[in-house]
C-alpha cells in the first residue's frame, strides 16, 4: 500500500512508478481525506509506503492531516518507508515522518529521495523543457533505485538529498510554511475561462466558485499551487511574481 499526494505530477509520478515495480495499491490522500477514509487494514499488507513532496523542508499539511487521523489495524511490524521528493532538498523531513508514525506505533523503516523539477514559482523559473527532460531523466534513476531498495524490504536511509545538516534546514524554514500558508497572495485574472478544475482539484477545499469565477474562501490551503500550475488559461497567479516564472505539470504522467 502506498499512500500519495501529488499536486503537480512528481510524486504521482515516482508513486505510480514504485507501484508498479512493487505491485503494491495506491492511495491518494485528497481522495481519501474528502471520503473521509481514514482507517486501513494492513494485516495483508508487506509494505506500506508514503511519497509525498516536500515543502520548506518539511512535510505538506495535508500528509500531518492525513497521519494525525491515520488508523492501521493489522500492523505487526511492517516494513514502513517513506519517498520525498523535492527541488534542491528534503532536509529533515523523514525525521518529522518518523515521529508522526512513532505516534501511531509504527516505525519508519527506510526513507528514500528524489530529485525532481522545481516548481515553487513564488520564488523560482520554471526550467527550460530541455532541461526538465535532463532533470526527469535523473529522478527515473532515483525512483528505479528506491524502487529495488523497497521491494527488497531494504532498511536504513538511502535519502542523498537532505542537504548538509538536514535538521537545522528544516527548523529555519520549515516555520515559514507551518505558520503560513496564506491564501491572500492568489489572485484570478480576467482570462478565466471558468472551468472549475481549481476548485476540483483543490485538496484542502479552499476555493469556492462564484459565477464560475475562483474565490479563496479559506484563510490558509496546503500550498501545493496545483490550481495556479494546471489552470488551462494560465489565469490564476501568486500576485504579479509569476507571469513569467512559467507553469508545471510533469510530461511523464496523466494529470
Known sequence: MIFYFSATGNSKYAAERIAAATDDRLVFLRDAIRSRSYQYDVSHETRIGFVVPTYFQGLPSILTFFLNKLRLTGYADQYAYVVLTCGESTGDAAGQMAKMLRSKGVTLSAQFGIPMVDNYIPMFKIAEDGVIAEQLDLADE????????????????YNRCQGRLPAVRTAAAYPLYAHGRSTKPFLVTDECIKCGLCQEICPCGAISLFGGRPSWTKPRCVQCLGCLHRCPAKAIRWKSADEDRGRYYNPRVEP
Do not use: K, V
Open 142 to 157: 532515483y525512483i528505479d533505485e528506491a524502487a529495488r531498495a523497497i521491494r527488497a524490504l531494504g532498511i536504513g536511509d
